[in-house]
């Protein structure tokens, strides 16, 4: 799919050699690479807008130009790490648990097995929200990695998504 394609694919997708019970791959939304590079040129306004005034304020015109050149560095950089990172990303959801492998330079495989996640979280922020996407936060029982979040699921995958590790099979009114 390209990026201006804004049909939403499905989060999770049976994998094809898996029966139902067995592992169903998660996939990204294809307008997550998107919703990245818009909020890195936005916040990257602010940055250059405050670089020019104080810039105007010391009357060194170099300064705005140095702020400017450093800002653009990094959109750049993000424009290039969202596409990296959404080619990268690996999810499956097993019958006993999530399984996530994701990085661009540094990987990071995690395992969350369903019986140590305590509560969940669907999040969407302005653009996510425009777009159909949400974030997926799992909180799991011990110390160390106790938050594993997946950004740039479809809304309604990452709700499915929630219920099936949670084991719920509609929602209860509570």
């Known amino acids: 799919m390209n990026e201006s394609d804004h049909s939403l694919a499905p989060a999770i997708a049976p994998a094809a050699h898996a029966s139902p019970l067995q592992a169903q791959i998660l996939l990204l939304h294809p307008q997550l690479t998107r919703v990245w590079r818009w909020g890195a040129v936005l916040a990257a306004l602010p940055a250059i807008g405050i670089g020019s005034v104080v810039a105007a304020a010391l009357g060194k015109p170099w300064i705005a130009a140095l702020v400017i050149f450093v800002v653009m560095l990094v ?56 777009y159909g996407m949400a974030s997926l936060k799992l909180f799991t029982a011990g110390a160390s990695h106790a938050e594993i979040g997946i950004d740039g699921l479809a809304h309604a995958q990452a709700l499915a998504l929630r219920d099936d590790l949670l084991g719920r099979t509609g929602h209860d009114g509570v």
């Open 75 to 130: 959109v750049v950089f993000i424009w290039n790490y969202a596409r990296a990172y959404v080619a990268r990303f690996r999810g499956r959801l097993q019958q006993d648990g999530l399984w996530v492998e994701r990085g661009v330079w540094w990987r990071n495989e995690t395992f969350v097995p369903r019986s140590r996640i305590q509560h969940t979280e669907v999040e969407q922020g302005p653009l996510a929200r425009r």
